[in-house]
C-alpha cells in the first residue's frame, strides 16, 4: 500500500503563486509515476502534471509555461510550482501515484484562486 499526504494549498490572488508537496510513505518501489490531478465543482478530475522516471514532466496544455513539477527535498516527495495562476485554476488538487497494477490518490488539498 502507498500513503499520499499533500500539503501547500490555500487562497491567492490571480497573478501569484503556490506550492504544493505530496509525500509518498509505504511500498514505493512499485511506483512508476507520480503527478497531480484537479477537480473543480461540477468537473471531472483532470491531469495537471506528471513525474516520469523522477526527472521528466508532462504537462495539461492549460498549465505548461506556468506550472513545473518536480521531486521534492526528499525522494519520496514531489512538489508542484504554480505561477501565473489564475480563476481556472481553481479546485482540489490530487496527488497520484502509479504502479503497474495500482492507482493510489491523495486526499486533496483546496486550491481558490480569485479574480
Known amino acids: 500500500q502507498v500513503k499520499l499526504v499533500e500539503s501547500g494549498g490555500g487562497l491567492v490572488q490571480a497573478g501569484g503563486s503556490l506550492r504544493l508537496s505530496c509525500t509518498a510513505s509505504?511500498?514505493?518501489?512499485?511506483?512508476?509515476?507520480m503527478g497531480w490531478y484537479r477537480q473543480a465543482p461540477g468537473d471531472q478530475r483532470e491531469l495537471v502534471a506528471t513525474?516520469?522516471?523522477?526527472?521528466?514532466?508532462n504537462y495539461a496544455d492549460s498549465v505548461k509555461g506556468r506550472f513545473t513539477i518536480s521531486r521534492g527535498n526528499a525522494v519520496n516527495t514531489v512538489d508542484l510550482q504554480m505561477n501565473s495562476l489564475t480563476p481556472e485554476d481553481t479546485g482540489v488538487y490530487y496527488c497520484?501515484?502509479?504502479?503497474?497494477?495500482?492507482?493510489?490518490w491523495g486526499q486533496g488539498t483546496q486550491v481558490t484562486v480569485s479574480s
Open positions: 513525474l516520469i522516471s523522477g526527472t521528466h514532466g
Open positions: 509505504g511500498i514505493l518501489f512499485s511506483i512508476t509515476s
Open positions: 497520484n501515484a502509479k504502479s503497474l497494477a495500482d492507482n493510489y
